[in-house]
């Protein structure tokens, strides 16, 4: 019904902007008629302006949620209500340091009320459910939500010869998960399969295409970045789809995409999308590209065949970014970006950008201050972000924002921890944005 009523209201307001616009009051007969084109301006501009995302605006609508300060999270919606769950969150500096020492989440907390408020509905260590992880991907489909994927975080003392210089002290034994979990209500999980056919992975991109749940790409192993040596990262793309999230059928085991994790998937028109990523954090010796980011869109109808959108677009290579498709519009932001300062090479430089396109090809930025940022260090990467269509009272499209990093690679700075945060943003039309 809500759907209905928004449809109906949306195309009154195209037959009341196109008499608006092609009609002048003495054709329409005289003052009464002026006078309703008056009444009804204000709410066709506000629509007209829907679509106009330079205008919209960003409101903080929780700086300090109950949960704690996080990276590598997932929100969904379902049924009205908002469900985030998992995550890492760094841990103050140890001496001697531990490279990427975190607390890894396996918490569930449910807001009612377009994140302003939050309830915690599962706890970490819950034993009935899926176990703790961060960069992880969490899709809905019909009456269920569904975990898939993702890592903890572990390291274990490196033995080394005591006549190697450079041997790294730790080494990486994360556990990397290709399980899947759903749940109705964020409470009571059900295993779908605890080992899918697709080799465990971390950010990954997962999205529902035409009634079916899709994994695609991701990594294997922890970046050398973090913890300064082996085991190598290994990347993926291959594309594998599911009705059930049990029973899974593999479209392609090497996409003609290049393998990335960190890339974002969307749906849109029938097509799924590809875009963005990373094979590696920083610039290494080895790194192909420097950065090793990338700013491609590729796009599929079945998962299995894939054409080129553009190899270059106009936003700069990044990984961490979300896109969300909103007033069938891609809408990208966010992300992370090493320095070009050869002078200070953990300057913060995220990107300062929205960009908007239509088609995947042409993209248009429309804004340099996401979440208001005024430096490249308020920027966020690894967030999660929803895209909210409509919702009592009238016509609201809205982006929502959930947490996030903004640590730099510069292990030295004894607060760079504290750069992740637990904040709620929404990104909205001007005449929305305080209602």
Known sequence: MASRTLIAWYSGLILLSTAATTLSARDLGGTEHKGLLQHFWPYLHRAGGA?????????????????APRAGLQVVELRNRFYLMGGRTPRPPSFPPIPGDSDIWGDVWKSHDKGKTWKQILVTDDDQHWPARAYFQAV??????????????????N?????????PPFVSS????????????????????????????????????????????????????????????VYFNDVWKSRNGRDWVQLTDQAPWAPRAGAV?????????????????????????CPPYYNDVWRSRDGANWELVTASAAWAPRPGHQVVVLLNRFILFGGFGL?????DPF???????????????????????????????????????????????????SIFTFGGDRETFDFTDPFNYLNVDNDVWRFAPPYWSNH
């Open 339 to 343: 320095s070009t300062d050869p002078t």
């Open 265 to 289: 998937a969307a749906v849109k028109n029938g097509y799924l999308y590809l875009l963005g990523g990373e094979d590696g954090f920083i610039c290494l010796p080895e790194s192909p590209r």
């Open 174 to 233: 994360s556990d990397f998960f290709n399980d899947v979990w759903r749940s109705r209500d964020g409470v009571h999980w059900e295993q779908m399969t605890d080992a899918a056919p697709w080799a465990g992975r971390a950010g990954l991109s997962s999205v529902v295409h035409k009634g079916e749940i899709y994994v695609m790409g991701g990594s294997f192993n922890d970046d050398p970045a973090v913890i300064g040596g082996p085991p190598a990262r």
């Open 140 to 157: 809905t489909k019909g009456r269920y939500m569904y975990v898939l994927g993702g890592q903890n975080f572990k390291l274990e003392p």
């Open 51 to 67: 679509l106009d995302f330079g205008s919209y605006e960003w409101t903080l609508i929780n700086e300090e949620a109950e949960w």
């Open 347 to 397: 300057k913060p430089s995220n990107p300062t950008d929205i960009w908007v396109s239509k088609d995947g090809a042409n993209w248009k930025q429309v804004s340099d201050s996401p979440w208001n940022a005024t430096t490249p260090g308020e920027i966020k990467y690894d967030f999660d972000a929803l895209a909210i269509k409509g919702g009592k009272g009238g016509l609201r499209p």
């Open 159 to 167: 033995a080394c010869p005591p006549f190697v210089s450079e041997c």
